[in-house]
């Protein structure tokens, strides 16, 4: 337990503050059943962090202006939205672009040196991982299905066993065979008409 506490202090130490703030990252905290109770309700009752926290103050929105108008009415050309209607409309896109701009800046301040990206969204863990992977064990069953023929190495299913029917006879190919009334090739359904 020591040797924990003292990997997290140092790992937490490292981190920077935005990354901190981002993951709610803190010096981890130890609770005994003995000496304190942890309320869970009050716990999770306050966000530990807000996406607020990543969008710019009034201040810094009227100071830099990052996307001009032209570039504004560009951008929605391309995108095939609307043009906006009157210079209201306009002024708040422009605010809202800004805020979301601001937004991913901040994300992209995050120190993420020695994380290793997701491969996808899923358990990445070893045993996971194991459990997922396809080896020639699992594969051997299908393999023993196929042989290699031809020039162009072309693989062809071995013929397997017939099946069963459900009643139990071995199906001999004569889909008629079960047919009630037949006409030549064809099998005859009766209707009401």
Not at 31 to 41: A, F, L, M, Q, T
Not at 87 to 115: N, P, W
Not at 116 to 140: C, F, H, M, W, Y
Request: glycine share 4%; with cysteine.
């Amino acid at each position: 337990m020591l040797h924990l506490r003292s990997t997290a202090s140092q790992l937490s130490r490292r981190i920077s503050p935005l990354t901190s703030r981002l993951y709610n990252i803190r010096e981890p905290r130890y609770y005994s059943s003995r000496s304190e109770e942890v309320d869970v309700d009050a716990l999770l009752a306050k966000p530990s962090w807000s996406v607020r926290s990543l969008l710019p103050d009034q201040s810094a929105k009227q100071s830099s202006q990052s996307v001009t108008p032209a570039q504004l009415h560009h951008l929605l050309r391309l995108s095939a939205l609307p043009q906006p209607s009157s210079k209201e409309e306009e002024t708040k896109m422009l605010e809202t672009l800004e805020s979301q701009i601001h937004f991913v800046r901040e994300i992209q301040r995050a120190d993420t040196t020695g994380v290793v990206p997701l491969q996808s969204i899923r358990d990445e863990s070893p045993e996971a991982l194991k459990e997922n992977t396809v080896g020639l064990g699992q594969l051997k069953e299908a393999l023993s299905k196929e042989r290699v023929v031809g020039r162009n190495k072309r693989i062809q299913r071995v013929e397997s066993e017939r099946n069963d029917c459900p009643d139990g006879d071995a199906w001999d190919g004569n889909a008629l065979g079960y047919a009630s009334k037949t006409k030549g090739k064809f099998f005859v359904v009766d209707t009401g008409n």
